[in-house]
């Protein structure tokens, strides 16, 4: 009999480079006004002695996270070089390698165009993450960058399994990766995402383990993919069963419908033989902010009049802070917990979670006009 | 359910022109869309031509507000919607269309004028920075029109245009709509003017792609958007079939961040497993428009590759660069969408700015137009970091008599 999930993609390796959970304050351009915000940063030094010295020079500072988390990634799933030939790369990024278009704008914008720097050019494509990552690593199958505000990570996840499911490519490394600077801290500023100097409130911190505002983040995930039905190993292995990936039907000054989002995650698990009632863990979007916690509360109380059993519901951006592809850090922690079976110590959910965690969903809301699950189960 | 994806309209914005009939004329007549730059100044590249889109975009773009690559890429989206003849369809399947555009800079010309008014006048206007995101176009686009099906924006450099046009029909191949819109865009920016200028690849006189004395690029700005269905729908709802989509490849030479492999490897493969999935042979391909931007390395491995593939019996090959400057990731869809105007035509395009071949390419190009049989072309784009893509169009039903792939197992 044919194994109804040999579609299912495998995750054979996977990588993280996560920021630090405390928070600390990033100063704004004073040209801006100025100021500074609470965010969760990844160390400066990153990737020193593991991406190559040359290379090392070159490359701003999202490339170095997800050169960084890719090393990770393969260095638990090595390709070897036939392999590689027919290895793909789709990466989710926000804003691209924005400290070195930043840098190179900058440049410009205060020389009158004097003394451009080539490199930082370069560097200033978003799909220079991809293409350094193909570069470092010899994959030499497609290359795909997305950029799609907070679906972006979910859509090179689901470009990731049409290749894997037409045959065009062996394996897929699926990359998220956004930086914080400066600029993009003044951006959320301005957008009203997240407020200037607003102080973390550290005993609720030390209390619950979660950030309880909005905070802005950066941060690397990457995962090498294949086909479960071609997986070397099928005992223990996280796999990703199903990615939904749509925009959401809002008209300015609608509401998000929660008994839409109820339908959207019910039929996305049917497609899978899964109800509610087989979830273990729900992995979320959430950020606290006032907006987003008024959308996922109704939606998570339907939810839970459904299951009708006690789990457990981690907010990943309130680990990690708010960036566009934070769920591809969310991914990572998914496959930590199926992996090892337990939730890490430092990530304290809400409830109780069951003795055995085989079915994790992740999903997001946004208000920016998109939604977004998927299912991982061992 | 069918796997033939049909093209059944388009829309474009140039420097040639604003309609499809506009570049085809100005082309045949042999205009190039390079002129002075006047969108901003520039006091080291301003000298260089490029190709600007002349009259403003926000004018007729249907916008109340956006970028100058938001405005392109919804005024080229609304005239394929409306070629499509979509504006007829009900409102629930109007809300199920999809798009995916390609975009290497989205509203980076808006956020080069935040930063000269913090730095010149110490003035923050941070609404100006509200389209920033190399997806503004595609949401932009979408809100406009009412598009509520699957949404992505590809950012592979100079690439991003066929990208986009492949990811729609893997879209519609997966059964997740079943029509989608899919095609690129960019405006000229300051800093990808100064960003090649800094690899010493723009040319002072404009681009002259595979000629001996060629000296470099132009960079060009527009936008160009296919709408694509599936053959059952488009045949359901009597859709205009203007030309079907044969097959698509994406290779990545993982070589250099700039520079192509010598011998085009990648580009190679690309057109090679393009031909393989469409179920055709290089001797079934009537034209190719070749990347062709006029630099050195492009120019030569882009040559090579093509050398190798069709041997000693190539179809007639030009580059079309010098007509629109390369407008980097719109460039993929404006160039199929001269590839559907040499179907429609039976003609295939000269590269405009060829006056003395390159002996050390080895291929001939056009130099003008000519009468040709052109039931199938190819296009090539080719972007930083090795991307390598080349996409397979030809008029509806070249493959019927041949064994057109599904490439789904």
């Known amino acids: 009999m044919t194994d109804p999930d040999r579609d299912a993609l495998a995750i054979l390796g996977c990588g993280s480079i996560r920021p630090d959970r405390n928070l600390e304050l990033l100063p704004l351009p ?33 490339q170095k996270m997800v050169l960084l988390a890719a090393h990770k990634a393969l260095e638990e799933f090595p390709l070897s070089p036939s392999a590689q030939d027919q290895s793909a790369v789709c990466l989710g990024t926000g804003f691209g390698e924005l400290g070195e278009t930043l840098l190179f704008l900058e440049n410009l914008v205060r020389l009158e165009e004097r003394e451009p720097k080539p490199t930082r050019f370069a560097n ?148 899978k033989g899964v109800s509610l009632g087989n979830l273990d863990l729900i992995i979320l979007g959430a950020n606290c902010s006032g907006q987003l916690e008024t959308l996922y509360q109704p939606i998570l109380q339907l939810i839970f009049q459904d299951i009708r059993k006690e789990i457990g519901v981690i907010s990943y951006k309130t680990l990690w ?40 969903l992740m999903y997001q809301v946004s208000p920016l006009g998109f939604h977004s699950l998927c299912l991982v189960r061992i | 359910m069918s796997s033939r994806i049909i093209v059944t309209g388009m829309g474009v914005v140039s420097a040639l022109g604003w309609t499809p009939t506009a570049i085809w ?58 070629d499509a003849g979509l504006d007829k369809v009900p409102a629930t399947i109007r809300k199920s269309i999809g798009l995916v555009l ?70 519609l191949k997966a059964g997740e709509a079943e029509i ?56 359901a709802r009597k859709a205009p079939m203007l030309a079907e989509i044969g097959g698509f490849a994406h290779t990545c030479e993982a070589h250099h961040p700039t520079a192509p492999t010598p011998d ?40 090579r590759a093509l050398s ?16 629109f400057g390369h407008t980097l990731g719109a460039a993929g869809a404006i160039e199929t969408v001269v590839c559907i105007l040499a179907l429609q035509n039976q003609r295939v395009p000269g590269t405009l700015g060829l006056l003395h071949p390159d002996p050390k390419i080895p291929i001939k190009p056009l130099l003008a137009p000519v009468s040709a049989t052109v039931k199938t072309a190819l296009n090539n784009s080719l972007g930083f970091g090795g991307a390598c893509s080349s996409l397979v169009i030809g008029q509806v039903g070249f493959g019927r008599n041949g064994a057109v792939q599904d490439d789904r197992p």
Not at chain 1, 177 to 199: A, I, N, Q, Y
Not at chain 1, 200 to 207: A, Y
């Open chain 2, 102 to 171: 390609g975009g290497t800079t989205g509203g980076m010309l808006d956020t080069e004028s935040f930063f000269l008014r913090v730095v010149r006048e110490g003035f923050v206007e941070g609404s100006l920075l509200r389209h920033h995101e190399c997806c503004h176009p595609a949401n932009a686009t979408a809100e406009l029109l009412g598009l509520n099906g699957f949404r992505a924006t590809q950012s592979t450099a100079c690439s991003s245009g066929l990208m986009a046009i492949a990811t729609a029909c893997d879209v």
């Open chain 2, 264 to 303: 085009g490897a990648g580009i190679y493969q690309a057109m090679a497993l393009a031909l393989q999935r469409a179920g055709l042979t290089p001797a079934d391909v009537d034209y190719v428009n070749a990347h062709g931007t006029g630099t050195i390395d492009n120019d030569l491995a882009e040559g």
């Open chain 2, 308 to 323: 190798r593939l069709f041997g000693e019996a190539p179809p007639p090959i030009s580059s079309t660069k010098r007509f």
């Open chain 1, 124 to 271: 200033s494509v978003h799909n220079s993450l991809a293409s350094q990552v193909a570069i470092n690593f010899g994959l030499k199958g497609e290359n795909h960058t997305l950029t799609q505000g907070p679906i972006s990570f979910e859509l090179a996840l689901w470009q990731a399994a049409v290749l894997l499911q037409t045959g065009r490519a062996g394996h897929v490394l699926v990359c998220g990766v956004d930086e914080l600077t400066p600029f993009l801290g003044f951006l959320g500023v301005e957008c009203g995402f997240w407020g200037k100097e607003d102080p973390p409130d550290l005993q609720e911190i030390e209390r619950t383990g979660h950030n309880h505002r909005p905070r802005p983040g950066e941060g690397a995930a990457a995962f090498v993919l294949g086909l479960r039905g071609a997986a070397p190993a099928k005992g223990l292995l996280p796999c990703v069963h199903t990615i939904k990936v749509q925009p959401l039907e809002l008209r300015q000054g609608q509401i998000i419908d929660p008994m839409a989002e109820l339908k959207f995650v019910m039929d996305a698990l049917a497609d």
């Open chain 2, 25 to 82: 004329q100005a082309m045949e007549a042999g205009y190039s869309g390079l002129g002075p730059l006047t969108l901003f100044a520039s006091p080291r590249c301003g000298h260089f031509p490029v190709g600007q889109v002349q009259g403003d975009p926000a004018q007729s773009s249907g916008l109340s507000r956006g970028s100058r690559s938001d405005h392109l890429a919804a005024y080229a989206a609304s005239m394929a919607f409306l």
């Open chain 2, 180 to 235: 989608m819109l899919a095609g690129g865009v960019d405006s000229l920016t300051r800093l990808t003017l100064n960003g090649f200028a800094s690899l010493l690849i723009i040319a002072p006189d404009g681009c002259r792609p595979f000629d001996a004395r060629r000296t470099g690029m132009s960079l060009g700005e527009g936008a160009a958007v296919l709408v694509l269905e599936r053959e059952e729908t488009a045949l």
């Open chain 1, 321 to 360: 802070g708010e960036f566009s592809t934070t769920p591809a850090l969310g991914l990572g922690l998914a496959v930590d917990i199926l992996r090892t079976g337990k939730i890490p110590p430092w990530v304290i959910p809400e409830k109780k979670p069951p003795p055995v965690l085989k079915n994790i």
């Open chain 1, 30 to 62: 004073a040209e801006m006004g100025g100021g500074a915000v609470y965010a969760h940063l990844c160390p400066q030094s990153l990737g020193k002695g593991v991406i190559p010295s040359g290379v090392y020079r070159k490359v701003g500072r999202a």
